[in-house]
């Protein structure tokens, strides 16, 4: 399955579940996505593996949502994003 694919489908049971029933707000949308991350991260700190596959899965679910609705091709900005990485100086010159 493509990256495509994946999002449509995520954004499509977001829709059905009444995840964009009012009008959208792109900051909750936001939040809701850093709020997943938050989730793996209390996993990682419980040593809760299984859980911490589930929230990155969030991540990424919630994520695609967003990309759909907001029509964001997110593989072409992927590969974009590579190729402006390669370039970048070893940890783009900072210190961490």
Known sequence: MEIKELVEISHRISKEHGFWDSN???????????TELAEACEADRKGDYENFGEEIADVFIRLGDLCCFLDIDIEKEILKKIEINKKRQYKHGKKY
């Open 24 to 34: 959208p707000n792109i900051g909750e949308k936001l939040m809701l996505i850093v």
